[in-house]
């Protein structure tokens, strides 16, 4: 998916469907290095969390769920906001496709 077909962090429906997709990955102290066809990226835990918690498909609200029971919801924004906006990065970076 190129960078002009990511679509907006907003337009992610709560039941679309997102899985996490690599070539290869390196997981150490709750980071991750992954590579995604040529391109290689540090994930934070979160981003770490998410692209484990999406590896068979997952819903954009189970997972926006699943991250805020790990590390709590996040202070002063929306739950469901910050999840798309790891959702959108991780899209750009082909380290997510929507199902």
Known sequence: MSPAEVP???ALADDARVRSVWDDAIERDGQMLVLAGNEVSLLSPV??????????GISVAALGAHLAEVFGAPPGQD????????????LQRGVIALD
């Open 79 to 90: 739950p469901g906001a910050a999840v798309r906006d790891f959702l959108a990065a991780l």
């Open 8 to 10: 907006e962090a907003a």
């Open 47 to 56: 981003a770490t969390e998410l692209v484990l918690a999406a590896r068979d």
